[in-house]
């Protein structure tokens, strides 16, 4: 062969492998496993997918379990928030690692966005709230700074301590894609910052237009399901070999997926009719909607002979309760806060509520004055314990080590959400019980062997990362959550010798 086109197939080769650095990684052990779509239904209970997979029998749903393995005891991490909920599925660990508590926390050893840069604590708040206006991504001046790093602003991408599947599949040089509800959840990028090649993440708390009106969207079970369908649409394009917005080529995603908002909506809005937890009709047609974005998704797998080696999972990053709508019980937060000043005068550092109350404080010396004041208020502010000190430290860091622990975690009794006075939410999450954590998981492809079985061992949906890299081919070691809390694969498969079926 002439030296010149040697010198050509040369520069072609490593052409080819600049484009694909890791492909042999990617691909190390063989697997039936080439694509993985992970679906997160906020607020999917395991008890409403199996509602709905008995009533509606000729439903995706329903498919996707005859061709797949249901998980009936599965439960999210706590807080059953969605910052925690979502980094469960794609790190493999629990705030104990990742450092994230809450979409709104507190961190000790930050400094607020604005004032002198000393590491006073300031206010961690993931949301809506740091959106520019318009649509234009994190607005850099809302954000922490960390004075043990020249003052530096905190994405949400830096705050997360551990690695996430995305890195993984990234760096092992698989293409990876991710659609959510608000720019701050680009911390799925990981502390890199570049897991997620296709990141998609429309804002579901803002119009795009009015950055003040907060609700526009999940005021509505109807615009919600609008919103739902755009990101579907998204991922679909992605299937496609385009870029979520179905203009700009690009290869077919190894891991995508997306978070859908509209049951999660129908639960708050609308709720349930019984303790049993049949849905209200305008539930069920949130959860009829959702099914027919997940046919669609189908549909396009098979029209792009994808379906034979994509393993679809569906589950949720948190429940919603109280499920019986008898429990409601709506307790004024404001209250909350007055015990805890009382207790000990300019505290707390932050409470954050839903259907928990997580609470940081300036001084930790007032730690014990202020769990047996909340305690003795523990009729009027509906709780069921609080959990501080050595208790605590059961579950999480040492708040006295840790800067991020809260320093008190008020769990309720059943029913009740720290609120407005004037609230009608139905439902809501962020809490310990059940109903916040009891989470459906389904599992489906058509690789897997022994279909349509319904597993009941008890499982965390932290188990759902190292799954699903090890369903790929990767090692689930090298997720840095997974060797630090010795997270396991789901059970009922044998995971790492999957055959073509």
């Known amino acids: 062969m002439p030296s010149s086109l040697m010198a050509r197939w040369g520069v ?36 409403d997918l199996r509602y709905f997979i008995r009533f509606h ?37 629990t705030p104990a690692v990742t450092g994230v508590y809450y979409d709104n926390s507190w961190d000790r050893s ?60 990234r760096k092992a040089g698989g ?12 911390i799925v990028q990981g502390p890199s910052g570049d897991g997620v090649d296709d990141l998609y993440t429309p804002e579901i708390g803002t119009d795009g ?21 755009g990101k579907m649409q998204a991922t679909i394009h992605e ?9 700009t080529r690009a290869p077919v995603p190894t891991l995508l997926g997306l978070n859908l908002q509209s049951v999660n909506v129908a639960q708050k809005l609308a709720g349930y009719q019984n303790a049993e937890g049949m849905p209200s009709p305008s539930l069920d047609a949130a959860l009829s909607h959702v099914d027919s974005l997940i046919g669609e998704l189908q549909d396009t797998l098979k029209q792009r002979h994808l379906a034979s080696s994509t393993l679809v999972i569906v589950t949720a990053k948190h429940g919603n309760g109280p499920i019986d709508p008898a429990q409601i019980r709506h307790v004024d937060m404001k209250r909350l806060r007055a015990v805890i000043d009382d207790a000990a005068p300019n505290e707390p550092a932050q409470l954050t509520t839903d259907q928990v109350a997580l609470v940081w404080l300036h001084d930790q010396r007032n730690t014990g004055t202020v769990a047996r004041t909340l305690l003795a208020d523990r009729r009027t502010l509906g709780i069921e314990r609080v959990l501080w000190g050595r208790r605590l430290a059961l579950q999480f860091p040492q708040a006295a080590q840790d800067p991020r622990t809260p320093d008190l975690i008020v769990i309720p009794q059943a029913g009740v959400i720290y609120d407005h006075p004037d609230a009608n939410k139905r439902a809501e999450h962020g809490g310990f019980d059940d109903d916040d954590t009891h989470v459906a998981l389904l599992v489906s492809g058509p690789m897997l062997p022994h279909p349509g079985r319904r597993l009941r061992a008890p499982v965390s949906t932290t188990a759902v990362a190292p799954t699903l890299l090890q369903a790929l081919g990767l090692d689930p070691d090298a997720l840095q959550a997974v060797r630090k ?14 055959e073509h079926h």
Do not use: M
């Open 12 to 47: 072609a080769l490593l052409i080819a492998a600049a484009a694909c650095p890791a492909f042999a990684k990617l691909h190390a052990r063989p697997s039936p496993v080439r694509h993985v779509v992970l679906i997160s239904v906020d607020g999917l209970h395991a008890l």
């Open 57 to 93: 029998p000729d439903s995706h749903l329903a498919a996707l379990a005859e061709h797949g393995l249901e998980y009936t005891d599965a439960h999210t991490v706590v807080p059953a928030d969605s910052f925690p909920g979502l980094l469960a599925l794609v790190t493999g660990g």
């Open 110 to 169: 930050l400094a607020p966005a604005h004032g002198p840069c000393t590491a006073s604590g300031a206010h961690v708040l993931y949301n809506e709230y740091i959106d520019q206006p318009g649509g234009r991504g994190i607005d850099a001046a809302r954000l922490p700074r960390d004075p043990a790093h020249g003052c530096r602003r905190v994405y949400p991408w830096q705050y997360l301590r551990v690695n996430t599947i995305f890195n993984v599949v």
């Open 175 to 186: 293409y990876t894609a991710w659609s959510d509800k608000h720019p701050a959840y680009a």
């Open 209 to 229: 237009e009015d950055h003040r009106d907060t609700d526009v969207i999940t005021a509505s079970i109807a615009a919600t399901e609008t919103y739902d369908t």
């Open 239 to 247: 299937l496609e070999g385009f870029r979520h917005d179905g203009r």
């Open 485 to 498: 809390q010795g997270t396991p694969t789901l059970p009922g498969v044998d995971w790492a010798h999957l």
